[in-house]
């Protein structure tokens, strides 16, 4: 296989996608944009949107000639001819062109406002699993009433219900805490007494709900997480502005790795930016570490090949794997495999031409990092 045949391959391979969400099910106006094109919850600078961004100019640019467009359109042009294609087509035409064969999808944030798993994969003609959010459990635990002592054990029972279909975990400690948490398993003397400060406390969320950010709670449900041997995905980095950055540098749990290395459960470190080489790290050290960068490809844009060159320093190809962490609107998922796509035919194919390795190498780790290694450790059907 030659260097342009690579390119070819890379913009045709099969996607598995480590970490998506489902898509929105109501109509995609001006605000949704505003709400779900970027990280910030405040208004732009006067006289810029959302879509003066490194995110706003590529939807501009890539997502734009699928809806019948010119590259480069204004936002205006950009939603009026949205508007005018309709958003279910829109979500279909997106979604079809991603080539994305299986969905991993978390389901555990504003479930109410995406669609399921199902209808989501349906409208790119994939297949979806569903990835269960631990803290979430706890939180409905708390909605309907247990008591401290309990807790421990009728967690365990309502993971193990959950997580009869599901394809694995994922927990927010990162938001709820920082990865620098202690990595020692809670006894149930601590759990139950954790459990009597969480309960007792009350409701911290927004709008009166359960918010699961006790210390010992959160790793309490982490390690009944690690029990069930299921991948288990843990945020990373690139977020929100509940995020301390500073306390997401995955080599911050490294004593967690440390003791989960022999237990079974692999460890999905997402997203990753700015920490993608300390993950890289963290997945050539410890047999039980897989990483991706998703997110970080669509708020990128332009800029993101730099970031998947990163994630191709260190790590064995077996232990990186593809990511579009798509929310809510279609456009990030296809800018998620379409950046993807684009930025590792280019790399692979500048190593080809430069007889850096064989073409056939070159294929087969693309393969691997494209959709084999999420099919092998959630043990999903090789697309
Ligand atoms: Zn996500």
Known sequence: MNASELTELATTVPLADNHCHGVVGTPVTAATFDDLATESDRPQPAGFTVFDSPLGVAIRAECAPLLGLPRHVSAEEYLAGRAAVGDEEVSRRLLTATGISHYLIDTGYRSDDILSPEATAALGGGTSREIVRIEVLAEALAAEGVGADEFGARFAERLAAETRAAAGLKTVIAYRFGLDFDPARPSPAEV????????????????????????????????????????????????????????????????????????????????????????????????????????????????????????????????????????????????????????????????????????????????????????????????
Not at 192 to 210: M, Q
Not at 213 to 241: C, E, I, K, M, Y
């Open 192 to 383: 139950a007494a954790a459990a009597g400060e969480w309960l007792g406390a009350g409701p911290s969320g927004a709008g009166g709900r359960w918010r699961l950010d006790h210390p010992v709670l959160l790793r309490s449900v982490l390690w009944a997480g690690v029990d069930t041997g299921l991948p288990l995905q843990f945020h990373v980095g690139f977020g929100d502005s509940d995020i301390v950055m500073h306390r997401n540098d995955p080599s911050k749990m490294t004593g967690f790795l440390h003791a989960t290395v022999d237990t079974g459960t692999s460890v999905m470190l997402l997203h990753c930016y700015p920490f993608i080489r300390e993950a890289g790290y963290l997945a050539e050290v410890y047999p039980h570490v897989y990483f991706d960068t998703g997110a970080i490809l669509h708020y990128t844009g332009a800029s993101c090949r730099a970031l998947i060159a990163q994630s191709l320093e260190l790590a064995p190809f077996a232990k990186l794997v593809f990511s579009s962490d798509a929310f809510g609107l279609p456009e990030l998922y296809h800018l998620g495999a379409l950046l993807w796509r684009r930025g590792i035919g280019a790399i692979m194919s500048g190593w080809v031409e430069r007889d850096e390795i064989s073409g056939q190498d070159a294929a087969r780790y693309l393969h691997a990092i494209a959709h084999g290694n999420v099919e092998r450790v959630y043990g999903l059907e090789s697309a």
